[in-house]
């Protein structure tokens, strides 16, 4: 099984900027696809940005131009820079990561999803 932690989160004013972690821990796993959703208060949730174990990036149009996404491999981790922040950004952000892990069976392609972090921006 494979666990992701995000942290990062927290209460900015509009404009500003935040940046967002997640570390993947477990044993024996490879991770392929590692991304970004948000789920605003009576909204539903909504990708933010994934990005590919060959580090190609995909952003949802709302995002596009102040958000930036990256991953360290070495640390099974992958980030979210937020700039230029606005109050409609407000919601739970959620890590996720999908790849394969080794079981006593063999490989086993595994999804996995963090808690989520609070992101606030105050206008």
């Known amino acids: 099984q494979v666990q992701l932690v995000e942290s990062g989160g927290g209460l900015v004013q509009a404009g500003g900027s935040l940046r967002l972690s997640c570390a993947a821990s477990?044993?024996?796993?490879?991770?392929?696809?590692m991304g970004w959703d948000r789920q605003a208060p009576g909204k539903q949730r909504e990708l933010v940005a994934i990005?590919?174990?060959?580090?190609?990036?995909t952003y949802a149009d709302s995002v596009k131009g102040r958000f930036t996404i990256s991953r360290d491999n070495a640390k099974n981790t992958v980030y979210l820079q937020m700039s230029g922040l606005k109050p409609e950004d407000t919601a739970v952000y959620y890590c996720?990561?999908?790849?394969?892990?080794?079981?006593?069976?063999?490989?086993?392609?595994?999804?996995?999803w963090g808690q989520g972090t609070q992101v606030t921006v105050s206008s």
């Open positions: 990005i590919t174990s060959g580090d190609r990036t």
């Open positions: 477990g044993s024996s796993f490879s991770i392929n696809t």
């Open positions: 996720n990561a999908d790849g394969v892990v080794l079981t006593t069976k063999g490989p086993v392609d595994f999804g996995s």
